[in-house]
């Protein structure tokens, strides 16, 4: 089974902040990474797909990157309403999500 | 506009089962697959499996293979998982969502295993 690593667990930012997420895979997932964002309370919401897809209707400010096993999410300039917890997850071989990232507000 | 509309929370009793809906519209139903999901309580998420509701062909985790089962209504878009022989184990929220990028999903189904 392919495990995923998200570091940090926790991390604090400020307003206007660019901030970095990062996801690391047990094995090459072939760029087959997305990036989910949970808010408290709610379901999952898909950002990017493959690596470096915007979904429909997410902002600009999110962006993705990476390849073989190391990928990242990066918000260029953090809103108060992206204060959540962030999911990556591969679909190369069936499909493992990791541990998350909760981003607060400094 | 996609949704997937969740049924509601269950409260069960150990060694009980428990049967939970997805009723998909804004698309056609078997042009997609959909995916069940665990999430216990301030964990991470897991993959159950997933079921074609085309041609009600399905794979699971094998982590859950005795435990679940899914199926389709294709006549009223619905999913279905039943989850059996429940324990305090299973108490989580569990979501389904569409496609293979697990584009839309469900509000979730709180299941609270309790005697």
């Known amino acids: 089974d392919i495990q995923m690593t998200q570091s940090p667990s926790v991390l604090s930012a400020s307003v206007g902040d660019r901030v970095t997420l990062n996801c690391k895979a047990s094995?090459?997932?072939?760029?087959?990474l997305n990036w989910y964002q949970q808010k408290l309370g709610e379901a999952p919401k898909l950002l990017i797909y493959n690596t470096n897809n915007l979904q429909t209707g997410i902002p600009s400010r999110f962006s993705g990157s990476g390849s073989g096993t190391d990928y990242t999410l990066t918000i260029s300039s953090l809103q108060p309403e992206d204060v959540a917890t962030y999911f990556c997850?591969?679909?190369?071989?069936?499909?493992?999500f990791g541990a998350g990232t909760k981003l607060e507000l400094k | 506009q996609v949704k997937l509309l969740q049924s509601g929370a269950a409260l069960v009793k150990p060694g009980d089962s428990v049967k939970m809906s997805c009723k998909a519209s804004g698309y056609t139903f078997t042009d997609y697959i959909i995916h069940w999901v665990k999430q216990s309580h301030g964990k991470s998420l897991e993959w159950i499996g997933y079921?074609?509701?085309?041609?009600?062909?399905?794979n699971y985790n094998e982590k859950f293979k005795s435990k679940a089962t899914l199926t389709v209504d294709k006549s009223s878009s619905t999913a279905y998982m039943e989850f059996s022989r429940l324990t305090s184990e299973d108490s989580a929220i569990y979501y389904c969502a569409r496609r293979r990028h697990f584009d839309y999903w469900g509000q979730g189904v709180m299941v609270t295993v309790s005697s």
């Open positions: 997850f591969q679909h190369n071989s069936w499909y493992t």
């Open positions: 079921i074609n509701p085309y041609s009600g062909g399905t």
């Open positions: 094995q090459n997932i072939n760029k087959y």
